[in-house]
Every structure is written in structure tokens, then in C-alpha cells.
């Protein structure tokens, strides 16, 4: 299920409806900034977001209000945020914006695999209603979901949802040795989901966002079943792109590969070079003849000896105080991207534990 909503804010509602008046006249003008965020937005509990975006008392929602202000994109895609039914939360954050002065005119709430249970003991310690029992890691339903807001609107009507692929249909899927014949019947692969979300951004021309969060690929055991979910998941966008990607059944055939322009972005959760997990389907990603990799840099080059990456690219600060970079923004080919940058905060801010902190990722963009 998609959820949607606009601002209750009559500026909000003000700004969609001059945008589509003045499409014609924006014929011709095809720039815009496109961010992803790997938030600090998921909590432990149902509404909790909710009630910190309302009374501003949680340090790690304010920091991360303040980086999508400072970066006053056109669009913005939302990673670890989460998902409830009534958009509430959502709607909280655009009016926090707004009251800020940078108003989305659409917003869109995608719910995950998350929290979902499939009463199965998915990881074998004897029970079976378990966060690691869910289609994909989550104390509730909606657990560190993903969200789009944007000043252009979002084409509903030609969204294409691949949440529901399940695992075992992914061509050459990497399936743990221990998975049973039940789990393979249920089991999805997307963790927060993979959508594709086409953005109006003038009249008949769209740009495709291609969004997903992967899993971590730690956490499990020997049989390394994130590591290999983590790679399977970044592996769909291969098999979409080559015509591949079979369609949810009871549906047959493939799916056509995404129209251009479009942009693959959103947390793969791994680095190519360093850390943990499988790199193999990450680094065919980059190096995919459809795509470019803007590689986008932090401000003021962090040093990091123990790395064999650029340390300039990292996207996360782990606690440990090591980078790594594990959040994207890749372009179709023929979208000419006039800069990009990862926002490194000039100062870390402490982090509790045991949190990830990541930055936000943008570029700017001169569509087709």
C-alpha cells in the first residue's frame, strides 16, 4: 500500500497549483537538485516519530530537519523514516518545513517489508512473531519505511511497486543454505522496498525516481543471510534495467526497464570497497553502461587511513568513528549532472548508540 498526502498548509496547497499552472512556461528549464537522506527518523515504537517531529524534543530529528533545510532540494528522498497508515508523520515534517519556509507541495509515504509478520521462524530460535521473523527486520509494521517529498508532483497513477518480489523469483537469487521450503514460498527481498516514482517536472516530462533501502549485511550468522539479501536487493536494479526482472505473480513476463531520464537512489547499505557484505552486484551497478556515478564528495576531505576508498566519498560515520560510503544518487546517462556533493556537517555531532549517522547525498541536475 502507497500513502500520500499534501500539506495542510495552504502555502503547500498554493504552490501545486501554481506549479501546474506555469508548467508551460518551465518547458525549457529542466534543472533541479535531487537529494537522498539516510534519516535519523526511525524510532523503537509506533507514533514515536510522530510525537518528536510535534514537540521537537529529540536532538537527532532536529539535526536532520536542519540538513534537509540546508539543502533546499527540489526533491528529496527519505530513507530510515517511518511509515504510518495516516501519514501523520509525514504531514508533520512538511509543516515543519514549511513553517521553515521550504515547502513541498507533494509528499508520498511508502511502506516497507518491515514489521510484517509471516509467523514463520525465519531465524530459527524457536519463535515465530520476532522482528527477525518479519518479511524484513521491524519491531512494528512500517519501521524505517521510506518517504518522497517534492515540489513537482508525483505521477501516482504510474507508480511501479516491487516490494512484493519474492526473494526466491530474483534471477540467480543468493538464498542462504538454511532457508526452508515454507520461507522460500514467503519471503520477499526488498527490506524497505524498491519503487520506481515518476516526478512530473514539467508538462508530459517526467524523471523516474528508482528508490530502495537495502539491509544491513551484518547482524545474521554463518549462513550470511543479510549479506546476501543486501546484495540481491541491489541486483533487482541490474535485472530491471536489462529486462530481466520477472513480474509478481500471479502476473507473467518481465518488466520494461525504466524510461529515461530516471535516477537509481536511496541506501544500498554497502560500500564497494570497505566494510562488510557482497560488492560484486554494487560495483556492476556503478559501472553500469545505463548509469553514471556522479561520486559525489564531502566538503573538506575527511582522512581515514584504515580505508582503501576514498574517504571523501563516505556517506556514514559509523560509532566506531570509521566512514563508509553506502548511500547513492545515479543518473541515467544522458542527464547531465552539474554538481554533486555528500553534506558533511563541519562539526560531527555526538551520536547515541548505537546509531549510524549518515549525510545527506544531492545533486544537481539538467534533465533531458
Known amino acids: ?37 539516510t534519516t535519523r527518523f526511525s524510532h523503537s515504537g509506533p507514533g514515536l516519530l510522530l510525537q518528536h517531529l510535534q514537540k521537537g ?23 530510515n523514516f517511518d511509515f504510518d497508515y ?44 520476532g522482528p527477525r521473523d518479519a518479511q524484513a527486520y521491524g519491531r512494528f509494521a512500517g519501521q524505517a519505511g521510506m518517504a518522497i517529498l517534492s515540489r513537482y508532483p508525483l ?22 543454505p538454511d532457508m526452508t521450503d ?10 524497505a522496498g524498491h519503487y520506481e516514482v515518476p516526478v512530473v517536472y514539467a508538462k508530459g516530462k517526467a524523471l523516474r525516481l528508482l528508490v530502495w533501502s537495502a539491509t544491513p549485511p551484518i547482524f545474521d550468522g554463518p549462513e550470511d543471510r543479510n549479506g546476501r539479501r543486501n546484495a540481491d536487493e541491489t541486483a533487482l536494479w541490474l535485472h530491471l534495467l536489462d529486462g530481466t526482472l520477472p513480474k509478481i505473480a500471479p502476473e507473467t513476463g518481465t518488466y520494461a526497464p525504466p524510461k529515461p531520464p530516471f535516477v537509481i537512489l536511496g541506501q544500498a547499505n554497502l560500500d564497494p570497497l570497505d566494510g562488510s557484505g557482497l560488492p560484486q552486484s554494487l560495483r556492476a551497478l556503478l559501472n553500469n553502461p545505463l548509469l553514471q556515478d556522479p ?32 548511500d547513492y544518487l545515479l543518473p541515467s546517462r544522458k542527464i547531465v549532472v552539474q554538481s554533486s ?27 533531458p
Open 341 to 367: 556533493a555528500v553534506l558533511w556537517p563541519a562539526q560531527q555531532p555526538p551520536m547515541a548508540e548505537p546509531v549510524t549517522q549518515h549525510f545527506p547525498v544531492w545533486a544537481r541536475l539538467t534533465l
Open 155 to 176: 505521477d501516482r497513477a504510474h507508480i511501479r511497486d516491487f516490494t512484493a518480489l519474492l526473494w526466491q523469483d530474483l534471477p540467480q537469487a543468493n538464498l542462504p
Open 57 to 79: 524534543d529529540e536532538p537527532q530529528v532536529e539535526q536532520d530537519i536542519a540538513a534537509i533545510l540546508a539543502m533546499q532540494a527540489d526533491v528529496v528522498v527519505l530513507t
Open 86 to 129: 495516516d501519514g501523520l508523520a509525514l504531514a508533520a515534517l512538511q509543516k515543519r518545513l514549511a513553517d521553515k519556509g521550504l515547502v513541498y507541495a507533494d509528499s508520498l509515504g511508502l511502506q516497507p517489508n518491515t514489521g510484517i509478520p509471516t509467523w514463520l521462524d525465519l531465524n530459527h530460535d524457536g519463535a515465530l512473531s
Open 295 to 326: 561520486a559525489p564528495r564531502g566538503v573538506g576531505s575527511r582522512i581515514d587511513t584504515g580505508q582503501r576508498g576514498d574517504p571523501a566519498l563516505d556517506t556514514a560515520l559509523l560509532k566506531s568513528g570509521t566512514g563508509l560510503r553506502l
Open 182 to 191: 515454507d520461507a522460500r514460498l514467503l519471503q520477499r527481498l526488498s527490506s
Open 1 to 37: 500500500m502507497i500513502r500520500s498526502l499534501t500539506v495542510p498548509n495552504l502555502c503547500a496547497r498554493l504552490a501545486y497549483l501554481l506549479a501546474l499552472a506555469l508548467w508551460p512556461s518551465f518547458a525549457a528549464a529542466f534543472d533541479l537538485t535531487l537529494a537522498t537522506f
